[in-house]
């Protein structure tokens, strides 16, 4: 019986151990599956979190494609979402389901200092983390993705990159954090120290061609054919790019250049041209290529629904002329540019209305030129016309007049010098003959030589018997006395000049030819010219979009930063220099749903002419042909210089169409200098304005980056 006891208490002994092994085991295992349930919530926070930061950066890249968490500022403060960027670095804070917070990170900084690779300035908000970002939206070229392996996470010049990021694309590396070691995280501190649940997000995004075309970018696109006329003694046509972009001109047609004094006048660093069967008629660099354009071959297509333009919430602007008067005064007539011409003429003194401008647009002078500032935003309303004309109120030439040319009125000269011997000053003078001062009346004569000094054109005159004799051609003789009006002796031109340049001096003569096309003959003085003008932009940081469902004239300089125009019919810029750009995010320059011409011809004081710059950042899009007159052949007064940072298209129809479909879409282009430089910012910037049809699209994607 003890024996029996014995192995009974052994027994029980046993077993309670056990019981208590099993006690444990359950409790551990309870514990444990608590802490794995935790954990896996803290998973889940962690990569809700990282998906929220990428999320966000698509949003801010959508809105500017050039977005690196730069914007230095708190930029979302709602009760479930807290946004800071500094310098490059970008923290968040998600509100969980249980009231905490679970924070995403990203960085664009390499923490490098303050001239390193990324050309960032260091951040105040550092972040310990490997991973980074790179935006390549606005490079044609491949990019390393660096890992932050350097002191104090920094990038050095040899990290590792182990991630290309293709052309046009935007590498985002997020990392998402939760757990009991954010417990300190509040908006206040936004990004503490201290161990936490993460999970790493990395993908690719690249933007969607337009309309789903593949696209291919360039400097010029022509529906039709590209004519470029340049002076005979000199100027090219250049194509560059920015970055690694290649400089493209693709026209339909055939391309000429034509002028040029060196041996190319067509030329450009790791360029190309293509047309249907290589026809282009130009001395080009033989380092540029040619290459086949093909009748389907898609164009970029910007539709007029796609173009931004003033809200129906901004200011609006009466249509109808406005011009101004010599006295400064601005002047409004309630009709279009041809009734107006019409009725100046025959009514020059009337005043027409007092413009109603808003606060939108104001006057003002600056060292004596008239300005119109336009503030923000426009809408130009209809009124008994859809044009907006702005305007001197003796208009202004495309060209100058055809006796400044010669040749082209040498019959009508010739027989006013036989009939009228002060033909000379009828011809040379705006206003009726002046009788010149005592001390100038005598005799005078100009030969025109030509190089083997035989006689081209002669006029002789003597004031004192009132008689002219001339002969040969005359015409050409009169334009170098207008152009040249105080030399005494030129290019085979040989003659006494010093009488008629005293008498231009004493008499401040204005020496005119006649009158150009666009110039309105008053009955009344009005010396006021385009050179007088200028239409402005002046949006103080904000973009400046003027939109019309007519045309577009105006006489005078356009100037503008961050500005646009854009019109449902035509746009023509006459009489001054073009200083005009779009913002990167606002991509259009100008846009025209009929043709686009500009002539700088700017009438110089002593009567002469010469043509001044153009100069223009953006995207330039018509529905029709775009003509540039910075220069007339045979004028040889100075030429202007044409400049486009961006991109050029003259898509010759409806975009919704194929290019060329209404027989337009030529580039027809006269000037000393022109430069085309095809910009991808201003492309991707037009993209970004068009989320329904350009998009960012993911290419890549990992998920818990080791």
Known sequence: MRRQRGIVLIIAIILSIIAVMFVAAATRLGMGGLSAGQNGTFVAEAERAAESGVQYALSQLRANPSWRGDRNRITVNSQDLFVIEDTGNVVGLVRTPDQRWSQFRLRFNYQDGATGEDGLPDPTMTLDSPYVCLNNLESGSTALVPRADGLNWSVTPQSARPVEAPARTVCLVVEGRSGPGLVSVTPANPNPGGVATHRVVEGIFALDAALGEDVEPSAMMAAQGVSVEL???????????????????????????????????????NAEVATPTSAVQARHDSSLSLAEEKPSDPFLRL??????????????????????????????????????????QAHPDDAGQAPVLGSAVTTEKVNGKLKLVVHQSLNVEPSATDELNIMVRSGAAEEPPASSKGG??????????SSDPKV????????????PPDQYVGQGQAVLSD??????????????????ESGGDLARLLWVLAAHPNQTAGDHLDGTFNMFNAYVEATNLNIDP?????EITLPVKDDLTASDVELEFRGDQQEVVLTTSGSIYVTGGLRGQDASLVSAKDIKIVGMAVDFSASSQQAVSLYAQGDIVMSTLDKLANGSYGFQNVKMNGVVYTWGDFKAKLGVEGQTAK????????????????????????????????????????????????????????????????NNLP
């Not at 002076?231 to 040029?260: F, I, N, Q």
């Open 408 to 417: 082209d009125d040498a019959d009508a000269l010739v027989s006013m010098a």
């Open 424 to 435: 000379l000053l009828k011809v040379l003078q705006n206003t009726q003959p002046l009788p």
């Open 303 to 344: 539709l007029w629904d796609d173009v931004r333009k003033a809200q129906t919430s901004d200011p609006t602007l009466k249509a109808g002329t406005y011009v101004w008067w010599e006295d400064g005064s601005l002047h409004y007539y309630d009709m279009n540019r041809a009734d107006y011409e019409v009725f100046i």
């Open 231 to 269: 002076p005979a003694d000199g100027g090219t046509l250049s194509l560059s790019a920015t970055g690694t972009d290649k400089a493209k001109l693709r026209s339909k047609g055939p391309v000429s250049v034509v002028g040029g004094a060196g041996q190319e006048n067509l030329v450009g660093a």
């Open 639 to 702: 030429w202007g210089d044409l400049s486009l940072d961006g991109a050029l298209v003259a898509y010759g129809g409806d975009p919704a169409g194929a290019p060329g479909a209404n027989g337009k879409g030529n580039v027809l282009i006269a000037a000393n200098q022109a430069n085309l430089k095809f910009n991808s910012t201003y492309l991707v910037g037009l993209s970004s304005k068009l989320p329904e049809r350009i998009v960012l699209r993911r290419i890549s994607w990992s």
């Open 514 to 518: 006649g009158k150009g096309p666009g």
């Open 451 to 468: 190089a083997n000094n035989v006689v081209q054109g002669y006029l002789r005159w003597d004031l004192d018997s009132n008689t002219v």
